[in-house]
């Protein structure tokens, strides 16, 4: 990972140039300067050679004796036997001794007659001007690099009467010097090594900081606020990732509460039940939850966000509240109406302005409520009301009337007076018998608070009911035909409501018979059920009046009805009762066939 940071690389490459160069300057220059001191030691001792043959032979020099011999002597033996044996010491070297007109007199390792005139040579021009000269150079004769010393030897009169010249070969000085400039080099090349190594560990300190720092930087980037810098110094850069580490936490952590803040909101909007649509300014779709897409018939549809409102719905109401609680900066209620048919649904919208922190207007919020099913409710009690106000009505105008009539007419007989008593009493009874029924019915619906249940067997309520009915079956010579088992029957439930049940199921029957007709009542039981049956041989009912007559004061012949006292309500009774109870009743008929309603009621668990 590191090793690929270009920072590294041009940190070290920096680095590492300064090395080299100090190194090799340093090399460089060290080589040279032991390669001065190794000359220079050379010279001095061929210097002091020099010196000390001179003092040795000036006399004989300028006397002109023949020196050769004494020159292979003061030389130090036989040069060409030392170049036979290889051996090369420091002091072996060659002794040439020249007269004032630089020809070559003697010579330690030539024969003088073969030697050139040596004054042309650097080292003998210098010493001939300055009393010493020096040089180095590759001698012809011995193929060789050497270095010469000249110094002059003066006749008494201080002219110049000759040379005396030391030259030895820097073969061993070149030797030394390798050695040298080896040890020069190597240490050169260690400390480059050392070098590089404390540049590359500098480099890396300096550099992994800032490619963690990158690497966080390129995290946030993709959104990844997990990762941390690793901080290892208390420098600029360890204080920059501390900063950035802290910063990273800070960030994660709003982002969490912001996740957990709009996951608790997305829950709340998906659980509500109120459909809710947000808009921008532009009246694009900010926000819409699954209870809105469901009312606007649009589920499933997940792209909508960001899209112009009328995209999501037609509905003008809808657009309409949200641009003048947008405008107005109020809230503002409307209505609206969704779909036809059955799916129509009535909505109710409550829309308000969204503020930004500065006040603004920034978009706008509705609420839709679907009030269908109230407005439904609503029309039931609306209607139940009217029915009930009417049927309550007729009798009241009838008593009125014959009460008025008999206070008014002071002078009737006293048959027509008797005939209106008996008229109001039949009135009164009416009455009496729709407000028991009403009573009765909003008893049944208050639901199982109201009434008391408990276990009981199904035949006594059948039995009562029908005892009580026994007069009116035989004033209209209805036979009454049971078939009810021997043993109990065992449901749960109140018995005065079944009890009502049953008497207005014979009661129908009974009224609905036709002069010496049958009734027949039956109770069984069929699997987990108990099922009472009350079947009669009567005017029957058409089917497009069988879903209807379980309604309150629904009757298929309102004056027959009232002629045989009915309230329209009994029916309605029934079929809460047996709802009530966890039961269903169903009626088969058809016209002049009879009619046959069946009760069916959950058995008692056996433990109970
Ligand atoms: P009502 O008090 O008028 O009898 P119900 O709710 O008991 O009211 O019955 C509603 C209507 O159903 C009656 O008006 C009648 O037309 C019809 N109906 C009920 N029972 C029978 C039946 N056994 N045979 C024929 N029609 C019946």
């Known amino acids: 990972m590191i090793l690929r940071s270009r920072l590294l690389w041009k940190l070290f490459a920096g680095m590492a140039a300064i090395v080299l160069v100090t190194a090799t300057v340093i090399g460089f220059l060290a080589a040279r300067q032991a390669e001065t001191e190794a000359l220079g030691e050379v010279e001095r001792r061929l210097t002091g050679q020099a010196r000390l043959v001179r003092a040795i032979v000036a006399e004989e020099l300028l006397a002109g004796f023949d020196l050769d011999a004494r020159v292979r002597d003061l030389a130090g033996g036989s040069s060409r036997e030392a170049d036979r044996s290889g051996l090369e010491s420091g002091d072996r070297f060659r002794l040439t001794i020249m007269d004032g007109s630089g020809r070559v007199i003697a010579d330690s390792d030539l024969d003088p007659q073969r030697a050139e005139n040596h004054a042309d040579r650097p080292e003998v021009l210098a010493a001939r001007s300055l009393g010493l000269g020096s040089a180095v150079r590759r001698s012809a004769s011995l193929e060789r690099d050497m270095m010469y010393v000249a110094v002059p030897v003066l006749t008494p009169a201080g002219e110049v009467g000759g040379f005396v010249r030391v030259a030895t070969s820097l073969q061993a000085v070149d030797h030394r010097l390798r050695a040298l400039r080896r040890a020069v080099f190597g240490a050169a090349a260690l400390a480059t090594i050392i070098g590089l190594g404390v540049a590359f560990f500098f480099a890396r300190r300096v550099a992994a900081p800032l490619v963690g720092v990158a690497a966080l930087a390129d995290a946030w980037e993709r959104g990844d606020y997990h990762r941390r810098v690793e901080v290892s110094s208390r420098d600029e850069i360890g204080r920059l990732a501390a900063a950035l580490n802290r910063t990273s936490a800070q960030i994660s952590d709003q982002l969490q509460t912001i996740t957990n803040d709009r996951n608790q909101l997305t829950a709340i909007l998906a659980g509500m039940v109120e459909g809710l649509v947000a808009v921008d300014e532009q009246d694009r779709i900010v926000l819409l939850n699954e209870a809105a897409t469901e009312l606007l018939g649009i589920q499933g549809r997940t792209d909508l966000?960001?899209?112009?409102?009328?995209?999501?719905?037609?509905?003008?109401?809808?657009?309409?509240?949200?641009?003048?609680?947008?405008?107005s900066g109020e809230t503002v209620d409307g209505e609206a109406s969704v779909g036809d048919g059955l799916r129509r649904r009535a909505l109710e919208i409550h829309a308000a302005p969204l503020l930004n922190g500065g006040g603004q207007v920034i978009g706008?919020?509705?609420?839709?409520?679907?009030?269908?099913?109230?407005?439904?409710?609503?029309?039931?009690?609306?209607?139940?009301?009217?029915?009930?106000?009417?049927?309550?009505?007729?009798?009241?105008?009838?008593?009125?009337?014959?009460?008025?009539?008999?206070?008014?007419?002071?002078?009737?007989?006293?048959?027509?007076?008797?005939?209106?008593?008996?008229?109001?009493?039949?009135?009164?009874?009416?009455?009496?018998?729709?407000?028991?029924?009403?009573?009765?019915?909003?008893?049944?619906?208050?639901?199982?608070?109201?009434?008391?249940?408990?276990?009981?067997?199904?035949?006594?309520?059948?039995?009562?009911?029908?005892?009580?009915?026994?007069?009116?079956?035989?004033a209209r010579e209805v036979r009454l035909l049971f078939d009810l088992p021997e043993h109990p029957v065992i449901v749960v439930g109140e018995e005065e409501s079944l009890r009502q049940a049953f008497s207005n199921l014979i009661d129908n029957a009974i009224k609905y018979s036709d002069e010496r007709g049958r009734v027949e009542i039956e109770l069984r039981v069929e699997g987990q059920r108990a099922v009472v049956v009350v079947a009669d041989q009567g005017v029957g009912i058409e089917p497009h009046q069988l879903d209807r007559i379980f309604e309150r004061f629904y009757r298929v012949d309102r004056a027959r009805s009232r002629d045989l006292g009915g309230t329209g309500l009994g029916l309605a009774i029934v079929k809460n009762v047996a709802q009530a109870m966890g039961g269903e009743v169903s009626v088969t008929s058809g016209p002049g066939e009879g009619s046959r309603f069946e009760m069916s009621l959950p058995l008692a668990e056996p433990a109970t």
């Open 305 to 327: 966000p960001g899209r112009p409102l009328y995209e999501a719905t037609r509905v003008p109401e809808i657009g309409q509240a949200l641009r003048s609680a947008q405008t």
């Open 364 to 474: 706008a919020v509705a609420v839709l409520h679907d009030v269908t099913q109230l407005q439904r409710l609503e029309g039931i009690r609306r209607q139940f009301v009217s029915n009930v106000s009417h049927e309550l009505k007729t009798p009241l105008t009838a008593i009125r009337g014959y009460v008025e009539t008999l206070l008014d007419a002071q002078d009737l007989d006293q048959a027509t007076r008797q005939r209106f008593l008996e008229r109001i009493r039949i009135q009164t009874a009416r009455l009496s018998a729709l407000v028991t029924d009403l009573l009765s019915l909003s008893r049944i619906e208050a639901g199982e608070d109201a009434v008391e249940r408990r276990p009981l067997d199904l035949r006594v309520p059948v039995m009562e009911a029908t005892r009580a009915l026994r007069s009116a079956a035989e």
